[in-house]
């Protein structure tokens, strides 16, 4: 798959403004891979910026038999824990909508990040091309459990994560490889405190979230932050 390096990016007035863009591109993307594959397959980030957008789609009307929902990352917690990604993304959206239980694919994170990495990574083993990919930013330039300085095995799809910077220290991710292989990669940004990610992405320092791409190219929605 070739991979387009370019990275659009999008500025918002308000809080409001970018939650209510990312909900219509990512309605928009489900309709156009409904219309081509028969379903949607999203990844989900977690983080206060989604929650926001997972809570519009709560009230969204959509076609939600076709939805099939990923994580991007979680931390190897009890499933129950209110740090999990899979448990705020049920509560803000998951658990409103009619999206089959079988389609809303969890992370196992709380199997620990070396048997819940393989268990995931089962999950994904034939998985076609996803349409699109949800990711943050940290204020390290890290995105999913992808972290400056820490290499991560490319070989698999699912990888296990030790020695986070931020705790818990042992997570699971997504590896780059797997998601780079997405039509649509959409991140949202806000807050004062990525600036200076969004800087050092914009003079092309290589912090992890620059790593992901997508035959599509980047779409960073941006809010709180100065494109200098």
Same mark, same amino acid.
């Given at each position: 798959?070739?991979?387009?390096?370019?990275?659009?990016?999008?500025?918002?007035?308000?809080?409001?403004?970018? @939650?209510?863009?990312?909900?219509?591109?990512?309605?928009?993307?489900?309709?156009?891979?409904?219309?081509?594959? /028969?379903?949607?397959?999203?990844?989900?980030?977690?983080?206060?910026? $989604?929650?926001?957008?997972?809570?519009?789609?709560? *009230?969204?009307?959509?076609?939600?038999?076709?939805?099939?929902?990923?994580?991007?990352?979680?931390?190897?917690?009890?499933?129950?824990?209110? =740090?999990?990604?899979?448990?705020?993304?049920?509560?803000?959206?998951? @658990?409103?909508?009619?999206?089959?239980?079988?389609?809303?694919?969890?992370?196992?994170?709380?199997?620990?990040? &070396?048997?819940?990495?393989?268990?995931?990574?089962?999950?994904? *083993?034939? &998985?076609?091309?996803?349409?699109?990919?949800?990711? +943050?930013?940290? =204020?390290?330039?890290?995105?999913?459990?992808?972290?400056? /300085?820490?290499?991560?095995?490319?070989?698999?799809?699912?990888? $296990?994560?030790?020695?986070? $910077?931020?705790? !818990?220290?042992?997570?699971?991710?997504?590896?780059?490889?797997?998601? @780079?292989?997405?039509? =649509?990669?959409?991140?949202?940004?806000?807050?004062? +405190?990525?600036?200076?990610?969004?800087?050092?992405?914009?003079? /092309?320092?290589?912090? !992890?979230?620059?790593?992901?791409?997508?035959? @599509?190219?980047?779409?960073?929605?941006?809010?709180? &932050?100065?494109?200098?």
């Amino acid at each position: 798959m070739s991979l387009n390096s370019q990275t659009r990016w999008h500025t918002f007035q308000s809080q409001d403004e970018i @939650n209510q863009a990312a909900l219509q591109r990512i309605l928009a993307a489900a309709d156009e891979a409904i219309a081509k594959h /028969g379903n949607f397959l999203v990844v989900l980030a977690g983080g206060s910026t $989604p929650k926001a957008v997972y809570q519009l789609l709560a *009230k969204a009307d959509a076609d939600w038999s076709k939805w099939h929902i990923y994580h991007n990352d979680d931390r190897c917690l009890p499933a129950d824990h209110a =740090e999990r990604n899979s448990k705020m993304a049920r509560e803000a959206w998951l @658990n409103h909508v009619a999206i089959p239980q079988n389609q809303i694919h969890d992370i196992p994170a709380e199997l620990g990040n &070396v048997e819940g990495a393989k268990a995931y990574a089962q999950t994904l *083993k034939g &998985v076609r091309t996803f349409d699109l990919v949800i990711l +943050g930013l940290g =204020e390290d330039g890290h995105t999913a459990s992808l972290f400056p /300085g820490q290499l991560v095995d490319n070989t698999a799809d699912v990888v $296990p994560v030790y020695n986070s $910077p931020k705790p !818990p220290a042992d997570r699971i991710t997504i590896s780059q490889d797997r998601l @780079n292989n997405t039509n =649509e990669v959409m991140f949202l940004v806000t807050g004062a +405190g990525k600036q200076e990610a969004v800087d050092n992405w914009r003079k /092309g320092v290589a912090i !992890p979230a620059k790593l992901i791409q997508s035959p @599509n190219g980047v779409d960073v929605y941006c809010f709180g &932050v100065e494109l200098k």
